[in-house]
């Protein structure tokens, strides 16, 4: 069963508490950003699992392997439970992200693949189509042992398939009648769901929405009916 995750996405530490408090006991997941984390630091990851949240700590380390593998440390002993590198990184950087990760409490560890934000022709310096590149770097991520990547809905069947151990965790999911705002390979709850997405992390759909509860009752309505 597909979990949602909301991402929060908010410029300081009070208003994201004060959504999540309104989610809790509803969505299992929140996301912490590089928006929330810049200004609120890791203590916002200790007060959401006292609220009853898993965490999320997503900060797409990319750096030498060295640097990650500390951070990926770091990370975990303020208790994330899930983060994210960029599978860009390469083999050395993801594989001693994972022997840290390991070491510690370990988190799952999610590689991202191409941000949903970019669509054909937009990644620079790179003129593969996106899911062809995104598929590619899953199979690597699956070689150097990430727990899952990260990709559009869109490439979720195509990475279970080749791929079917490794989890799919998916942004860029709104709802039909949604803004699709920055992001670009989009999809629904249900249609990424049914793709086979082990996670939706979703954002504004829920932060802007004027009942944000209500729009996260709506999402897990949609993507439990799949
Ligand atoms: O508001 P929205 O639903 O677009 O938020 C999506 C969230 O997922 C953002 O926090 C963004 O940083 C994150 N994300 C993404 N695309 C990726 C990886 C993470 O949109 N490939």
């Keep these: 069963m597909a979990e949602l995750i909301v991402a929060l996405d908010f410029p300081a530490a009070d208003s994201a508490l004060e959504l999540a408090g309104r989610l809790r006991g509803t969505v299992p997941w929140c996301k912490v950003g590089m928006e929330l984390f810049c200004q609120a ?39 994330a439970e899930m983060l994210t590198i960029h599978t860009q990184g390469g083999e050395r950087m ?20 191409v941000l949903t934000s970019f669509g054909p022709g937009q990644m620079p310096g790179i003129e593969r189509e996106p899911a062809d590149f ?5 199979s690597m991520a699956a070689g150097w042992g990430l727990d899952g990547v990260v990709c559009s809905g869109q490439e979720a069947a195509g990475i279970k398939a080749r791929q079917p151990g490794l989890r799919c965790l998916c942004p860029g999911i709104r709802p039909a009648a949604a803004a ?47």
């Design 134 to 138: 995104a598929a590619q770097l899953a």
């Design 94 to 113: 993801c594989c001693e992200a994972r022997q840290a990760a390991d070491s510690a409490q370990p988190p799952l560890l999610f590689g991202v693949t």
């Design 41 to 79: 630091g890791p203590s916002v990851l200790a007060r959401l699992r006292d609220m009853g949240f898993h965490v999320f700590l997503d900060l797409k380390f990319y750096d030498i392997p060295h640097t990650v593998a500390q951070a990926v440390r770091a990370a975990a002993r303020h208790g």
């Design 180 to 226: 699709a705002d920055d992001q670009c390979r989009i999809m629904t709850p249900a249609a990424a769901v049914a793709a086979g997405a082990d996670y939706l992390v979703v954002g504004r759909p829920i932060t802007r929405a004027d009942d944000p509860l209500a729009a996260a009752r709506a999402i897990l309505d949609e993507m439990h009916t799949c």
